[in-house]
C-alpha cells in the first residue's frame, strides 16, 4: 500500500481558506491576526497532524530555532542550574539549546565568540557571570543582530537585555543575622578576583559589619574561586588566626562546604564552635552535616525568565517585556548557625 505523503502548508492553506502566508504567520506567533483566523489555522493543523519545517522556517527567518549558552564559570551546579531553567523554557517548543564554554583569559575570547554566534545563527543568546559584565561582549551582539540577555549579580543593562539578583543586600541580610546572633569576630571567604558577584558579596557583608559598628583585621577575609577546595584553604588560613573567628561567610556553598571540613579537621564543631553561612543554595548546602544556612540564589528561576526575554514572543508563552529584570535571594535558616561559644 502506497504510504500517504505528509501534509504540507500548501494543504493547510487550502483547507482553511487563508494564504500561506497567513499559515506562516501562525505558525510563527504573529500578532498581525485575528483570533477567528488564528484558531481556524490551528484546527487544520490539527486535524491534519501537520509539522511545519524547521528548515524552512529558519531559512524563512534568517536564524536558526537555537538557543546560545555562552559561560566561563568555574562551578558545575550553577551551569547545570542554568541549563535547567532555561530547557524549562524551551520545552515543547522547537528551540533548542547550544551550549558554547569559553576562555575569558583568552585574548581571542571576542573573535571566538563572533565566530560562534555568526557559524550558529542563533535565534538569541545567553550569557553567564562573569563574562556577562563584558560591555564589549553585549556590543558584540549588538552590532551582529544577535538578540542576547546578560545574567548578573547587579543591574548591568536595560531589562529586556538582563536578569539580576540582590547579593549585595541578600549578604548584608545574611551577615546581619550573625550579627543579631551574638557574633563579632567573623571571617569571610572571597570569591574570585574579577567576578561581579564576588565584588557584591563582599560589599554586602562590609556593609553589614560597618553598619554594626564592628571593626575587623584584614586577616579575617581569605581568597577563595567558588570551590571547595579554596573554601577549605581559606577555612584554615582564616581558622589560624588568633582569637580565631566564632562565625565564617562563605561567598559559595561549596567554599562553605569546604570550611565545615576545615573545622572538622581541627575537632571544631559546627555551630557549637563556628557557624557558617553560604551563598547559592545548591543541594550541597541540604545534604552536608550540619544542613547549611545559606542565601538562596533563584538562578534557575533568572534562566527561565532569560529564555523567556529571548523566546517568550516567538513561542507564544507571554510577552517577553514584562518579564522581570530583578530576582530577590532570600536567607535560608538551617542548622549551621547558633550564638558563639561562652569565653570562660
Known amino acids: 500500500m502506497k504510504k500517504s505523503a505528509q501534509p504540507t ?7 482553511a481558506g487563508v494564504s500561506k502566508k497567513t499559515v506562516s504567520r501562525v505558525i510563527n506567533h504573529s500578532p498581525l491576526l485575528n483570533d477567528d483566523t488564528r484558531k481556524r489555522v490551528l484546527g487544520v493543523i490539527d486535524d491534519l497532524g501537520y509539522i511545519p519545517n524547521p528548515q524552512a522556517r529558519a531559512l524563512a527567518l534568517r536564524r536558526n530555532f537555537l538557543i546560545g549558552l555562552v559561560h566561563d564559570n568555574p562551578t558545575a551546579q550553577t551551569v547545570l542550574s542554568v541549563q535547567q531553567g532555561i530547557l524549562e523554557t524551551l520545552r515543547e517548543t522547537e528551540f533548542e539549546l547550544v ?3 569559553v576562555n575569558r583569559g583568552s585574548p581571542t575570547m571576542l573573535d571566538d ?8 545563527r542563533l535565534f538569541g543568546v545567553m550569557l553567564m557571570p562573569p563574562i556577562s559584565e563584558n560591555d564589549e561582549l553585549a556590543a558584540l551582539c549588538d552590532e551582529i543582530g544577535c538578540h542576547y540577555v546578560r545574567m548578573g549579580s547587579a ?51 562590609e556593609d553589614a559589619i560597618a553598619a554594626a559598628g564592628i571593626a575587623l583585621p584584614a586577616s579575617l577575609t581569605a581568597d577563595g574561586n567558588y ?24 561567598s559559595n556553598d561549596e567554599m562553605a562546604a569546604g570550611v565545615i571540613h576545615a573545622a572538622r579537621q581541627r575537632g571544631l564543631e559546627v555551630p557549637r564552635d ?10 550541597i548546602a541540604a545534604h552536608i552535616w550540619p544542613p547549611l544556612t545559606t542565601v538562596r540564589w533563584p538562578i534557575a528561576a533568572m534562566a527561565r525568565s532569560a529564555a523567556l526575554k529571548l523566546v517568550g514572543d516567538a513561542t507564544g508563552q507571554g510577552n517577553a517585556a514584562a518579564e522581570p529584570a530583578i530576582f530577590l535571594s532570600s536567607l535560608i535558616r538551617r542548622a549551621s548557625v547558633a550564638p558563639p561559644p561562652k569565653v570562660d
Open 9 to 15: 502548508i500548501n494543504d493547510v492553506a487550502r483547507l
Open 274 to 283: 563556628l557557624s557558617v553561612i553560604g551563598f547559592d543554595d545548591n543541594p
Open 155 to 205: 543591574e548591568l543593562d536595560a531589562s529586556e537585555h538582563m536578569v539580576a539578583s540582590n547579593d549585595r543586600e541578600a549578604v548584608r541580610a545574611a551577615t546581619q543575622y550573625l550579627i543579631e546572633t551574638g557574633h563579632r569576630r567573623i571571617g569571610l571567604v572571597l570569591g574570585p578576583h574579577g567576578f561581579r558577584s564576588a565584588r557584591e558579596r563582599r560589599q554586602g557583608f
Open 113 to 120: 565568540i563572533r565566530r560562534f554566534l555568526e557559524r550558529q
Open 227 to 250: 570551590t571547595f577546595e579554596s573554601g577549605l584553604a581559606a577555612g584554615d588560613r582564616l581558622l589560624d588566626h588568633l582569637p580565631r573567628p566564632t562565625a565564617i561567610f562563605a
Open 99 to 101: 551550549i558554547h564554554p
